[in-house]
């Protein structure tokens, strides 16, 4: 069984950071790709990022030179750096592992970007 728990969400100020973490718990070994989903009210969730077992990473249009995935494979703990927040980056941030089988989600947490 596997869990994934996502901290680190709030609310900012526009041009400020967070750090997003999830933490993976069950059978991680099979987890070829972790990654950060977004769902804005009344959009589709989208990828935000995503950093494979050998450490290589993409990001969506939206995220690249602002946010930045990292991954501490010690702790099975992925992390999403985001800088420069701005209102567009509101939504709930989801956690994704990448199974061999099956996709994984975590339950989500909320980043509002607002003065």
């Known amino acids: 069984q596997v869990q994934l728990v996502e901290s680190g969400g709030g609310l900012v100020q526009p041009g400020g950071s967070l750090r997003l973490s999830c933490a993976a718990s069950?059978?991680?070994?099979?987890?070829?790709?972790m990654a950060w989903y977004r769902q804005a009210p009344g959009q589709q969730r989208e990828l935000v990022a995503t950093?494979?077992?050998?450490?290589?990473?993409n990001y969506a249009n939206s995220g690249k030179g602002r946010f930045t995935i990292s991954r501490d494979s010690a702790e099975n703990t992925v992390y999403l750096q985001m800088n420069s927040l701005g209102p567009e980056d509101t939504a709930i941030y989801y956690c994704?592992?990448?199974?061999?089988?099956?996709?994984?989600w975590g339950q989500g947490t909320q980043v509002t970007v607002s003065s």
């Open positions: 994704n592992a990448k199974g061999l089988q099956q996709d994984y």
């Open positions: 069950g059978t991680t070994f099979t987890f070829y790709a």
């Open positions: 950093i494979t077992t050998g450490g290589n990473t």
